[in-house]
């Protein structure tokens, strides 16, 4: 658990808890790195200083190393490497601005760690400020668990994130993905992973030598429906994270394909062909088990995302010829209708969470791009204009960046955008192949 | 009559039998068209009394060489199946028509491109049109089972254009 204290005069004292997720049985796993490699020339740079360290010893965790590389890995600020640093203040008072307006930092982040009275617990705190104005922004006092430090650091972060871009961080939260390795007797390792945002903490929620596919969270975050192919046939299962229960809740005849929760989490969206062979757009509910049909046409017809009302699906079909966007009501017997018209190939949405955006792959002269639909103003904005086999896209749960997958070198890597476009960093993974990342949505208290 | 069926047979067999080392049809393919008339009866077709010529043998060493390709490839996006296939669907529905005991699965591949669960959308729709094919020639629809792997299996690891051919396939995989 961690405990955060505001300690901001204007705010006044503010204090909220929040259990931690954890698994029943975590198993280490090879972790990604986040790397930035296309550092955007808007990232803006910012100084995080390493915390005062109050303890005997070592720190208990390096607060500013974490901090800098949260903040990095948004694409949105440049930390200044400590090496860099001429003068590491740890309190407002040591402070000499000019150090800081010479390293061109915009911003100033500082703080101590101290071992409380308590064993094994620790108080951490951080001030935020303005280099150009010589001001103060914002402070607080956190204390955590030894276990817990580290969702601490995460925690400062997204304070600092949101204090100075508005937008709430996504630090604190969790990534699926897949990760698949061959080995040298021929066979293929397929993981699926729940790791921190930041690559640590990489756990194995299930493994398998045939495919893994379509992982998807459900809006508590405590349960995860993907697509296994055991036995030689497709299934989609729902996994509870923290006691690592699985029940499969599709093996029809056929494909089971694409399952996504809707906002509620009561019902699940799927593919089926049964026994006619032709991918049609289903919804479970799954607490009844009644199944629906939602489109018949003889096209393909998957990969459905909810609208964020959970009153329809868009998905893609290629009843016009090429693989395009449409949307269907929830309820029975409704039209599609066609979303996208740009462009040859457009698949694979996902809805932003406010709604306004479909985050697609586009596909022309044999180049997939991450791209958004803008649903409103019905316009498709290329993202990854430089792409060549960019896919599986998904939202941050702030809206404002999205984790795809692409290949670099023959191998499967993440990488990520913001929503605009502007910001982007490429995510590398120690071995093998990554693929399919999902983010899962904000923690609940 | 009677005596070239059997040296028919024989010669089938052998040339089954001979195949299947280093290849994937099960070991027990060529035993079980030996026991079975109906292969023997399509090979010996308007005997009439004569002897079986050397156009007849040919025609069952292609076919036998035929029952050897296990792999059908597409057109990128496409599920339509190409002309250089049509002999060999014809041997393998012809084969499983006159052997309804055996079982197939028709596993359907993509290449890498796009996105994964379209894939096996397109990987489905290549494996039933392989399907549709083999019922054309006679096979019944409880010998054929069908999966997708979409992307997710490449043949070839490759980002090119000859690794992306060669993993747009169905494979026919008997058991």
Redesign the interface.
């Known amino acids: 658990m961690v405990r955060v204290v505001g300690t901001n005069a204007r705010t006044g004292w503010l204090a909220f808890a929040a259990t931690l997720f954890a698994f029943a049985t975590a198993v280490a796993e090879a972790q990604f790195n986040v790397v930035i490699r296309q550092g955007s020339e808007a990232a803006v740079p910012i100084a995080v200083v390493p915390f005062g360290w109050q303890g005997g010893g070592a720190p208990a965790l390096d607060f500013a190393g974490v901090i800098g590389a949260d903040l990095g890995s948004s694409g949105r600020f440049a930390p200044i490497a400590s090496r860099d640093m001429v003068s590491r203040p740890t309190q407002a008072s040591q402070i000499n601005y000019q150090d800081w307006r010479l390293l061109d930092a915009s911003y100033l982040v500082l703080g101590t760690l101290a071992p409380d009275s308590a064993p094994d617990t620790f108080t951490a705190t951080f001030e935020l400020f303005n280099v150009a104005r010589g001001e103060r922004m914002t402070g607080f006092r956190l204390q955590a668990g030894r276990a817990d430090l580290r969702k601490a650091a995460h925690r400062i972060s997204d304070m600092i994130f949101e204090e100075l871009t508005g937008i709430p961080g996504v630090f604190s939260t969790q990534i699926a993905y897949i990760s698949k390795e ?1 080995r040298t007797d021929g066979t ?1 390792q397929y993981r699926l992973i729940v790791s921190d945002a930041d690559g640590e903490n990489a756990q194995r929620v299930a493994e398998s030598t045939q ?1 893994l ?2 992982p998807s969270w459900s809006p508590d975050a405590r349960r995860l429906a993907y697509v296994s ?1 055991e036995g ?3 299934g989609v299962y729902i996994q509870t994270l923290r006691t690592g229960t699985r029940e499969r809740v599709s093996q029809r005849a ?2 089971n ?2 399952p996504s929760f809707s906002p509620d989490g009561r019902s699940l969206a799927l ?1 089926l ?1 049964r026994d006619t ?1 032709n ?1 049609d757009i289903h919804t479970l509910d799954l607490s009844t088990q009644v199944l629906r049909q939602l489109t018949t046409d003889a096209a ?4 459905p995302t909810w609208a964020a009302d959970g009153r329809s699906i868009y998905f ?1 079909s ?1 009843r016009g010829g ?2 395009q966007i449409f949307r269907v009501g929830t309820e029975a017997g409704q039209r599609a209708t066609r979303i996208t018209f740009d462009g040859v ?1 457009n ?2 949405p996902r809805m932003s969470p406010d709604g306004k955006y479909l985050a697609l ?1 586009n ?1 022309e002269n ?1 180049r ?1 791009r991450i791209a958004v639909w803008n649903v409103d103003a019905q316009r498709l904005e290329l993202l990854t204009p430089e792409g060549r ?1 960019d ?2 896209p998904s939202f941050a749960p702030n809206g404002a960046q999205i984790i795809y997958a692409t ?1 670099e070198n ?1 191998r499967g890597i993440l990488a990520s955008v913001s929503t605009d476009g502007r910001f982007k960093t490429q995510i590398a993974s120690v071995a093998g192949d990554v ?2 990342p999902v983010w899962g949505p904000f923690p609940r208290p | 009559m009677r005596s070239s069926f059997l040296i028919l047979l024989t010669a089938v067999t052998l040339t089954l039998t001979a195949c299947n080392r280093g290849n994937t049809l099960p070991e027990d393919t060529g035993a079980g068209s030996s026991s079975d008339a109906g292969l023997s009866t399509d090979g010996a077709g308007g005997g009439g009394g004569v002897s079986v010529s050397p156009l007849d043998a040919e025609r069952e060493r292609q076919r036998a060489a035929l029952m050897q390709q296990l792999v059908v490839y597409f057109d990128y ?1 496409q599920a339509e199946i190409l002309p250089e296939f049509n002999a060999l669907l014809q041997a393998h529905g012809q084969y499983l028509a006159q052997n309804p005991s055996t079982q197939i ?1 028709l596993e359907g591949h993509t290449d ?7 894939n ?3 990987g ?2 290549r ?2 049109a392989v ?1 549709r094919v083999l019922m054309l020639q006679g096979a019944a629809g409880t010998q054929l089972t ?5 992307e ?2 490449p043949a070839q ?3 090119d254009e000859e690794s992306w051919r060669l993993n747009r396939r169905v494979e026919l995989v008997y058991r």
Do not use: C
């Open positions: 061959r293929t495919p596919v379509s192919f030689g046939v497709s056929g494909v394909s694409s593919v062909s062979g991918l393909i017809d998957t990969e893609t290629d090429g693989p190939y698949a694979r792959v596909g044999n997939y086999l896919e599986s290949r023959g693929q399919e | 996006d699965r890498e491109r796009g996105s994964r669960e379209y096996i959308g397109l489905e729709r494996a039933q399907r069908t999966v997708s792997y979409g997710e299996r690891t490759g980002s």
